[in-house]
């Protein structure tokens, strides 16, 4: 819906896509960030953004319950969602 609003009323548009191995890595998902970034004339790039365990350390400072386990991808593994995305047809992707 946001998406759909910003279109409509012509923002200019930059998708931030939060990529978590296991979770959101796929295919699918790369193949749905390319369509979208080719589909809406509005969007004028759309930057991945790996994850990161920066804010893993604070979840104790808050006494919250330990979250989501996930290994923080290599360059390599990055390089290699920035090639999917490539292939899929998004020239307007990269790395944010």
């Known amino acids: 819906k946001n998406l759909n609003f910003l279109t409509d009323n012509n923002a200019s ?3 931030r896509c ?6 959101n890595d796929t295919d699918e998902h790369f193949k749905a ?30 006494g919250m319950p330990e979250g989501f386990k996930c290994d923080v ?5 990055v390089t290699l969602w920035l090639d999917r995305l490539k292939e899929y ?5 990269g790395l944010g």
Not at 33 to 46: D, F, G, L, R
Not at 73 to 77: I, Q, R, V, W
């Open 33 to 62: 960030i390319s369509y979208i970034t080719m589909s809406e004339k509005n969007i004028k790039q759309a930057d991945i953004l790996p994850y990161h365990n920066y804010g893993v350390s604070k979840r104790s400072t808050y």
């Open 89 to 93: 047809g998004c020239e307007k992707c």
């Open 13 to 15: 548009v930059i998708l």
């Open 73 to 77: 991808p290599s360059k390599a593994t």
């Open 18 to 23: 939060p990529i978590i191995p296991k979770l």
